[in-house]
Structures are given as C-alpha cells and as structure tokens.
C-alpha cells in the first residue's frame, strides 16, 4: 500500500524559507504514470495547489506562489522537497504531499499524506 | 485560473437521505472534475475522477455526473460516516484548483 509521510520543522519564522520532504513508500517515485504535488489547507478553510514534479524533475507551479516555491525530487531516497521563500502569516497552513495520478481521463490526487501543519510566527 | 463554484456551502440532512452538491467551472473543463471527501483533522480521499469514476474501494452510494461546466456528486443514502466536507477539483489545466467546499452536517 502506498503511503507519503510529510517531514519538516512545524515552525518557520517570518521572512524564512519553510522546507518540507514527501517520502513516499510502498511504490516507487520514478513510475512514469506519477506526478508528485504539494497541496495547503490554511486553518479553517480550503485547498490550495501549490505545485508538482515529476520523477525526471520537470516542475509546474501555481502562479501565485511561483515567485517563490522551488520542488525537487531525490530518485535515490524516493523522496520529493518542497521549499517556500519569504514566508508571512498568510503561509500558515496544513501542508499536504500527494500523488497524482496521470492518465487519459484526467489528473486526480489519489493517494494523500497526513499532513502537517507549518506555523509561521516569531 | 479556473474558478471553482459549489453550491450549497452548507448542508443539513439525515441518515437515508438523498444528496446532491453542484459544482460549477468558470470555463469548460470536459470531464476532467475530481470530487473529494475531507472529515476533520484528515487528508482529503478520493471518491470520483473523471467526472464520474468511482475511486477503487469508494461505496456505491456515492456517484458523479455532468461535463463542460456543470456537475453534481450525489449520495444515494447517507451513512453516519458520510458528513464531512466534500471538495471539487478541476484537472484540466494548471493551476488546477479547488471549490470551496461542501459541509454535509446531521
């Protein structure tokens, strides 16, 4: 059974850089039929896609975060890093590692991690 | 982006019933419209892709229709375990986005 597991400190000050590591077991990272997202939920209210990368290390990344996200993918480790620059309150959020799955009838995240809760605060 | 719209933001039902949530595109997305369930202090799971394929181990009480712009998720006979937030998701171009949810309440 495939399972993600997010790692990361659970508090990032102000004007940081916030880094999290998606270790994925039970199934291999590098399967061509992946992509590897990150997904945050601020408290209390909805979902917001972040990015995703493949296994050869191609990136997409939403807009309104591009400016400041950079993913990463460790093949080695079967591991996938997210890292957000310049963090303000308005990151505090459930920070989300999922997969999704890629095929002809669209794109659904299919299998989630936990998630955890990154608070931004000095 | 593509604006993701559901209706109602809230809803109130008992065991038995007969649900419906829309979700409503801001521009064609085909079929590619997710649906997902979220119960508190939880990852959200996967119930329908592709507008209408029931995810692997999902009960078939839960089920998807539409295309274009319009579509529904209806559960045919809700159980304790079904209140809980329910989410669209478009997958048809990024950044692909959410609605805002759906909380099923007793």
């Known amino acids: 059974q495939l399972q993600l597991q997010e790692s990361g400190p659970g508090l990032v000050k102000p004007s940081e850089t916030l880094s999290l590591t998606c270790t994925v077991s039970?199934?291999?990272?590098?399967?061509?039929?992946?992509?590897w997202d990150w997904i945050r939920q601020p408290p209390g209210k909805g979902l917001e896609w972040i990015g995703s990368?493949?296994?050869?290390?191609?990136?997409y990344y939403n807009p309104s975060l591009k400016s400041r996200v950079t993913m990463s993918v460790d093949t080695s480790k079967n591991q996938f890093s997210l890292k957000l620059s310049s963090v303000t309150a308005a990151d505090t959020a459930v920070y989300y590692c999922?997969?999704?799955?890629?095929?002809?009838?669209?794109?659904?995240?299919?299998?989630w991690g936990q998630g955890t809760l990154v608070t931004v605060s000095s | 982006d593509i604006q993701m719209t559901q209706s109602p933001s809230s809803l109130s039902a008992f065991v038995g019933d007969r649900v419906t949530i829309t979700c409503r595109a801001s521009?064609?997305?085909?079929?590619?419209l997710n649906w997902y369930q979220q119960k508190p202090g939880k990852a959200p799971k996967l119930l329908i892709y592709?507008?209408?394929s029931l995810q692997s181990g999902v009960p078939s009480r839960f089920s998807g229709s539409g295309s274009g712009t319009d579509f529904t998720l209806t559960i045919g006979s809700l159980q304790p375990e079904d209140f809980a937030t329910y989410y669209c998701?478009?997958?048809?171009?990024?950044?692909?986005?959410f609605g805002q949810g759906t909380k099923l309440e007793i």
């Open positions: 990368i493949y296994y050869g290390g191609n990136t």
């Open positions: 592709a507008a209408s």
């Open positions: 998701q478009q997958s048809f171009t990024t950044p692909y986005t």
């Open positions: 999922a997969r999704q799955y890629s095929s002809s009838s669209g794109t659904p995240f299919d299998y």
């Open positions: 039970g199934g291999s990272i590098s399967s061509s039929s992946y992509y």
């Open positions: 521009q064609s997305i085909s079929r590619y």
